[in-house]
């Protein structure tokens, strides 16, 4: 005798946070914003010379992340 039991979303185990969808899209979004706000501010150069880095690791961050199941 076999048991087959079907995944609802109760008998699903839980992920850690880092695993979850939806917080790390958040994250990811928020990275990004930040990168953008390094970008388009006048006062620090150390800000600006990195804004390109942390909008790219923000928009690879979100392309990976999507890609998670809910």
Known sequence: MTN????????????PIYMRR???????T???GLGFLMMF?????A????SFITLLAGT???IIVS???E
């Open 22 to 28: 939806g917080p790390m899209e958040n994250l990811a």
């Open 47 to 50: 800000l600006y010379t990195w």
């Open 30 to 32: 928020a990275i990004i």
């Open 60 to 62: 690879v961050m979100f």
């Open 41 to 45: 501010q006048p006062f620090v150069l």
């Open 4 to 15: 087959t039991q079907t995944n609802t979303p109760d008998t699903l185990p839980k992920r």
């Open 67 to 69: 890609k998670f199941p």
